[in-house]
């Protein structure tokens, strides 16, 4: 009979986990290789599934695509490993069970790391060799991303007449990575022509019961549902998933209940569990009607509007803006910080910046130094933001206190690398891109977390990105400012520069991008500081002009600091005309470098606007 007869007729039994049983024997490796190295193994696991009474089991493919393959460097094997796949399943099923062909979603939380394209070449390479293999359907399972899924279910419509099952994973019960409700993504998969629709992985029974309360029987698709067997726990360091396989008889029944005519198990279960599933539900009449309760009308939460002032995309906007970075101190005394940040705002300038363990080396952290500064002296502070020591859950959390503190101007960064630190082992988490986390930033100022769960309130965050224009290709790293404003920059701080020939370049390279950027300006403060900047910093290159400037001072301190004031002003006078923000950054603490610098802007900015007045030319 054919599975789709079969489905019609009665509640099939699929099979239940492959990665985590093998994982639970020991093997942590490429799951999708042992179809090649360990055969007999992936076929005893399938033989275990059908004897426990799975009457649809899935090839060993989850992740046996080019993209997923690379990862172990095995994408050459796409072939060889899925061919090998099916075979052990069909000699599994023999005559009593369907093969389904699996394809797992590549897209996980963070969206944006794979293309559609790469994920549809990759999707055709691996469904060729299922169709070539003939299995009975084609399983998608585990999409987090809805777009993701319908690119590759309308590919499987278009090559083949075989009854395609389109499983999704829930983010959290009832609803999609993307805030999509499930109910209205399984329509969107039905109406593409999924002739099963359903869900699978990352919640146990519990949450998937209740969120297929809120899901209708389909139209003309079949339900699906394949729970994992609880959430997981760790046990000596290794993930375990506890659960009663009593326990998913009483569950399978109420999924069936809730119209599920395939139910199988995801992570964690084992045979013991789809030998529950077989007990209890195998070979039952489907349900014909279902009553799904109405939607509860949510009371919309008023979104509050605050009163807020300017922030730093809109100042420079509007005038010339100033902002300083003074860094908080790699040491606990903190006096020199404190009496820096004061000078500052004494002097007048637009925001401080803290970066957030520049150099991948710790200091004080940023966000305590700019509450203190805050409070003590009403400065409006940005943090810096970067990638590397916090994962998606440090992130959010953070920018919710950024937000509770009245903390709005970040700058969202990547980080730099941790060998260059004070810990050249430690892990970098890069869960996400400065691209993503600019994104996601976004995403709170609607109110939304990164997870797609509304917070109750929006944040009101100004977002920079970093922009280094001290790079071989100046054009690529404004391509990148391009793609950072696509993910919602609302402007640009940039390193520093250190010729007015480059500032011209600079200018002439970004003169079409609308969001301002505010120059990068650091005042040298040796012959020393100037021969490290030029010879060992990437990127950073001084004129032989500003080199032997500084060195002409090398014996004496405080020269070599009115020198390397002198330089940035004419620094600043190059870049005056051009852009409307500067950043100056403060060397080691020296404060008195830019406050001198903060004052130097004002008064020509100042002497600038008296000459345009006079001229009656009205300036912005
Ligand atoms: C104003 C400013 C403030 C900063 N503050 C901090 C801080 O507080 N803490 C910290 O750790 N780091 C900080 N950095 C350093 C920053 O993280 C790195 O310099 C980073 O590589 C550039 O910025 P990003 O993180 O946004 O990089 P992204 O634009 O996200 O780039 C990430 C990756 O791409 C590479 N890349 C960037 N541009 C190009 C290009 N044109 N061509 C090819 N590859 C490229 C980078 O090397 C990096 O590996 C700051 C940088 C700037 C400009
Ligand atoms: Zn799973």
């Given at each position: 009979?054919?599975?789709?007869?079969?489905?019609?007729?009665?509640?099939?039994?699929?099979?239940?986990?492959?990665?985590?049983?093998?994982?639970?024997?020991?093997?942590?490796?490429?799951?999708?290789?042992?179809?090649?190295?360990?055969?007999?193994?992936?076929?005893?696991?399938?033989?275990?599934?059908?004897?426990?009474?799975?009457?649809?089991?899935?090839?060993?493919?989850?992740g046996?695509n080019?993209v997923k393959?690379a990862r172990?460097?095995?994408?050459?094997?796409?072939?060889?490993?899925?061919?090998?796949?099916?075979?052990?399943?069909?000699?599994?099923?023999?005559?009593?069970?369907?093969?389904?062909?699996?394809v797992g979603g590549i897209r996980g939380i963070q969206k944006q790391t794979t293309s559609l394209e790469e994920i549809k070449r990759s999707f055709?390479?691996?469904?060729?060799?299922?169709?070539?293999?003939?299995?009975?359907?084609?399983?998608f399972e585990t999409y987090f991303d809805l777009e993701e899924l319908l690119a590759v279910l309308h590919?499987?419509?278009?090559?083949?007449?075989?009854?395609?099952?389109a499983q999704v994973s829930m983010h959290e019960?009832?609803v999609l990575q993307d805030g999509t409700p499930l109910?209205e993504a399984?329509?969107l998969i039905?109406?593409?022509?999924?002739?099963?629709?359903?869900?699978?992985c990352r919640?146990?029974?519990?949450?998937?019961?209740?969120?297929?309360?809120?899901?209708?029987?389909?139209?003309?698709?079949?339900?699906?549902?394949?729970?994992?067997?609880?959430?997981?726990?760790?046990?000596?360091?290794?993930?375990?998933?506890?659960?009663?396989?009593?326990?998913?008889?009483?569950?399978?029944?109420?999924?069936?209940?809730?119209?599920?005519?395939?139910?199988?198990?995801?992570?964690?279960?084992?045979?013991?569990?789809?030998?529950?599933?077989?007990?209890?539900?195998?070979?039952?009449?489907?349900?014909?009607?279902?009553?799904?309760?109405?939607?509860?009308?949510?009371?919309?939460?008023?979104?509050?509007?605050?009163?807020?002032?300017?922030?730093?995309?809109?100042?420079?906007?509007?005038?010339?803006?100033?902002?300083?970075?003074?860094?908080?101190?790699?040491?606990?005394?903190?006096?020199?910080?404190?009496?820096?940040?004061?000078?500052?705002?004494?002097?007048?300038?637009?925001?401080?910046?803290?970066?957030?363990?520049?150099?991948?080396?710790?200091?004080?952290?940023?966000?305590?130094?700019?509450?203190?500064?805050?409070?003590?002296?009403?400065?409006?502070?940005?943090?810096?933001?970067?990638c590397?020591?916090r994962n998606l859950i440090g992130l959010q959390?953070?920018l919710?206190?950024?937000?509770?503190?009245?903390?709005?101007?970040?700058?969202a960064?990547t980080?730099?690398?941790?060998?260059?630190?004070?810990?050249?082992?430690?892990?970098?988490v890069y869960d996400l891109s400065s691209f993503d986390l600019i994104y996601y930033i976004k995403q709170l100022n609607k109110?939304i977390s990164f997870s797609g769960k509304?917070l109750?309130?929006?944040?009101?965050?100004?977002v920079?990105g970093?922009?280094?224009?001290?790079?071989?290709?100046?054009?690529?790293?404004?391509?990148r400012?391009?793609k950072k404003i696509k993910y919602g920059a609302?402007?640009?701080?940039?390193?520093?520069?250190?010729?007015?020939?480059?500032?011209?370049?600079?200018?002439?390279?970004?003169?079409?991008?609308?969001?301002?950027?505010?120059?990068?300006?650091?005042?040298?403060?040796?012959?020393?500081?100037?021969?490290?900047?030029?010879?060992?910093?990437?990127?950073?290159?001084?004129?032989?002009?500003?080199?032997?400037?500084?060195?002409?001072?090398?014996?004496?301190?405080?020269?070599?600091?009115?020198?390397?004031?002198?330089?940035?002003?004419?620094?600043?006078?190059?870049?005056?005309?051009?852009?409307?923000?500067?950043?100056?950054?403060?060397?080691?603490?020296?404060?008195?470098?830019?406050?001198?610098?903060?004052?130097?802007?004002?008064?020509?900015?100042?002497?600038?606007?008296?000459?345009?007045?006079?001229?009656?030319?009205?300036?912005?």
């Open positions: 009979m054919k599975l789709i007869d079969a489905l019609n007729e009665r509640t099939l039994i699929g099979d239940g986990a492959m990665g985590t049983l093998l994982y639970s024997y020991g093997i942590d490796q490429c799951f999708e290789e042992l179809n090649l190295s360990h055969a007999k193994e992936v076929l005893n696991v399938h033989k275990a599934y059908v004897h426990a009474g799975a009457e649809i089991i899935q090839t060993n493919t989850y046996a080019y393959l172990y460097g095995l994408e050459e094997q796409v072939k060889e490993i899925n061919t090998a796949a099916i075979k052990l399943a069909k000699q599994a099923a023999g005559d009593q069970c369907y093969v389904a062909g699996t055709r390479e691996q469904l060729y060799c299922m169709l070539f293999e003939q299995v009975d359907a084609i399983l590919i499987a419509k278009k090559e083949t007449d075989l009854p395609v099952i019960p009832g109910n399984l329509e039905e109406n593409n022509g999924a002739d099963v629709i359903g869900v699978n919640l146990g029974p519990y949450h998937m019961i209740q969120a297929l309360e809120d899901v209708p029987l389909p139209d003309k698709a079949v339900l699906s549902a394949y729970p994992n067997a609880s959430l997981p726990d760790y046990d000596d360091g290794r993930l375990i998933y506890p659960t009663d396989p009593e326990y998913f008889k009483k569950s399978a029944l109420a999924l069936y209940e809730q119209g599920a005519r395939l139910i199988g198990g995801c992570c964690g279960t084992t045979p013991e569990h789809i030998e529950a599933i077989a007990a209890s539900v195998k070979g039952k009449a489907p349900i014909q009607s279902k009553t799904v309760p109405e939607k509860k009308v949510q009371p919309k939460t008023e979104v509050q509007v605050k009163e807020r002032s300017p922030q730093l995309h809109e100042i420079a906007a509007e005038r010339r803006a100033i902002i300083v970075e003074l860094d908080p101190p790699k040491r606990l005394r903190t006096e020199r910080f404190f009496e820096g940040a004061k000078a500052l705002k004494e002097a007048g300038v637009d925001s401080v910046t803290l970066a957030d363990n520049s150099l991948a080396s710790p200091r004080i952290s940023n966000t305590a130094a700019a509450t203190l500064i805050h409070n003590k002296f009403n400065i409006n502070p940005l943090v810096h933001i970067s590397r020591d959390s953070h919710m206190g950024l937000h509770t503190l009245g903390i709005n101007e970040v700058l960064v980080g730099d690398p941790t060998k260059i630190g004070d810990f050249p082992g430690a892990t970098s109110g509304p109750g309130e929006n944040t009101s965050f100004s920079a970093a922009f280094n224009p001290n790079v071989r290709n100046l054009n690529r790293a404004v391509g400012i391009e609302d402007y640009f701080i940039s390193q520093p520069v250190y010729s007015e020939k480059q500032i011209l370049e600079v200018y002439d390279a970004t003169k079409h991008i609308k969001a301002p950027i505010y120059l990068g300006v650091m005042p040298l403060t040796s012959a020393r500081n100037a021969e490290f900047l030029h010879n060992e910093v990437p990127g950073i290159s001084l004129s032989p002009e500003i080199r032997e400037r500084m060195e002409l001072y090398s014996h004496d301190s405080e020269l070599s600091q009115k020198e390397g004031i002198a330089i940035a002003k004419s620094l600043i006078d190059a870049a005056l005309d051009l852009f409307n923000g500067i950043y100056l950054i403060t060397p080691f603490l020296r404060y008195e470098m830019t406050v001198e610098l903060t004052n130097y802007i004002q008064q020509k900015t100042k002497e600038q606007q008296e000459r345009k007045t006079a001229n009656g030319i009205h300036i912005v």
